[in-house]
Each structure stands twice: as structure tokens, then as C-alpha cells.
T-cell receptor, first 113, second 115 residues
Framework: GAGVSQSPSNKVTEKGKDVELRCDPI?????LYWYRQSLGQGLEFLIY????????KSGLPSDRFSAERTGGSVSTLTIQRTQQEDSAVYLC???????????FGSGTRLTVV | AQSVTQLGSHVSVSEGALVLLRCNYS??????LFWYVQYPNQGLQLLLK??????LVKGINGFEAEFKKSETSFHLTKPSAHMSDAAEYFC?????????????FGKGTHLIIQP
């Protein structure tokens, strides 16, 4: 597609439930990133995929968070046993090369009630 | 390690006035630097980037930024503010060369345009 697509755009879930967030990167972009944007906290790096290499998971805040990228394209971020502090906008970005910058999706707004 | 500091969580200017949003970075290797803009309920849009070419970088919507190594700064400017410039602006850094680090963002500056 022409841009990075994320779904759903909004998700309301009950505390303790699992959620899956999806990201479709730009075709041909080998790098894919997940960020979390919380009110007053700026943008927090979560995880990075580059081609077929093992992902950099250093930003994941707890073991309740996991992500996978199938076939070097679509990525799914999974949050298990959601907590209220997980409420945030989750942004996905893809890149052809860091020289060119990153293209962001519109994000998924997650609300845990 | 890399980090970004944006001075001022909120900046207010009058329409037609100069816009100056400050960004300072730290990086152990030559950095690549970016400015992104975020309009309400939207993702981040790249305004401009510095990747070791010209130190004065021109971006979209009349914005520009100058990389000053001696000051470790990458301030964003626009000569004349427009109402449509009201948004959140993020400065970001990534280390050039190899490595798996993602972009590190500043906490953002909310630009308010007064009529």
C-alpha cells in the first residue's frame, strides 16, 4: 500500500484481556518499529524488526508484551493480561533505510477499562 | 547511547511571527536527526531530516533546521507562523552506521498559534 496501515484504529478492552494490534508496513520496507505514545510521556520505543534478523526487544516494558513479524511484512503486537497503564496510542513505523527516515501509521488508540 | 531534549513543552507564537522550536541531542557517534509533526488524532509526519549532508535542511511547509555539531543542536524554525502549523512537534535522533537502535524521540513541543 501507499502508507503504513494499522488496525484497529481504536480498541477498548477490559483489564485482564489480551489484545492484538496489527501493522501493515510499506511494501519493500525491511525495517519495522513499534512505539508507544502515552500522554505526557512522549514516544517510547518498544521493538524493532530488520529483515530476517532477530528482533530488538529491548524496549518492551514487560513480558506481557510480545510482537512478531510474519514473512518480513505484517507485524502483530500482542499485549497479554492488559492493565490500565497499557492505555496509550501504539504507533508502527517502517523504513527502507534509516537515511530516509521512518513512515508512521496513524496508530491504534488502546483504552483499558 | 542517544537522547533528545526539547526545551519547552508548549510554545506560543502569534500568526506571522517567527517559530523556533529547540532540540538538543546527545549521541556517541555522528547522528541522523529528524523533526516530525503530529496533528490531532494522526500519526507522525516527517518534516525534515539531517543525514550528514548539508547542515541547513529545508523541509515541508516552510520549515527548516540547522545542524550545529558544536552546540549539539538541531533547532526547527519557520519565518512566519500560520494557523495550520498548530500541532505537536517531535525531534528525534538515531545513530548513523550499524546497530539496531530505533529512533529516540524528545518529549515533544506543542506549538500554539495565536491569531
Amino acid at each position: 500500500g501507499a502508507g503504513v496501515s494499522q488496525s484497529p484504529s481504536n480498541k477498548v478492552t477490559e483489564k485482564g484481556k489480551d489484545v492484538e494490534l496489527r501493522c501493515d508496513p510499506i511494501s519493500g520496507h525491511t525495517a519495522l518499529y513499534w512505539y508507544r505514545q502515552s500522554l505526557g510521556q512522549g514516544l517510547e520505543f518498544l521493538i524493532y524488526f530488520q529483515g530476517n534478523s532477530a528482533p530488538d526487544k529491548s524496549g518492551l516494558p514487560s513480558d506481557r508484551f510480545s510482537a512478531e513479524r510474519t514473512g518480513g511484512s505484517v507485524s502483530t503486537l500482542t499485549i497479554q493480561r492488559t492493565q490500565q497503564e497499557d492505555s496509550a496510542v501504539y504507533l508502527c513505523a517502517s523504513s527502507q533505510d534509516k537515511n530516509y527516515g521512518y513512515t508512521f501509521g496513524s496508530g491504534t488508540r488502546l483504552t483499558v477499562v | 547511547a542517544q537522547s533528545v531534549t526539547q526545551l519547552g513543552s508548549h510554545v506560543s507564537v502569534s500568526e506571522g511571527a517567527l517559530v523556533l522550536l529547540r532540540c538538543n541531542y546527545s549521541s556517541s557517534v555522528p547522528p541522523y536527526l529528524f523533526w516530525y509533526v503530529q496533528y490531532p488524532n494522526q500519526g507522525l509526519q516527517l518534516l525534515l531530516k539531517y543525514t550528514s549532508a548539508a547542515t541547513l535542511v529545508k523541509g515541508i511547509n516552510g520549515f527548516e533546521a540547522e545542524f550545529k555539531k558544536s552546540e549539539t543542536s538541531f533547532h526547527l524554525t519557520k519565518p512566519s507562523a500560520h494557523m495550520s502549523d498548530a500541532a505537536e512537534y517531535f525531534c528525534a535522533v538515531i545513530e548513523s552506521g550499524g546497530g539496531a537502535d530505533g529512533l529516540t524521540f524528545g518529549k515533544g513541543t506543542h506549538l500554539i498559534i495565536q491569531p
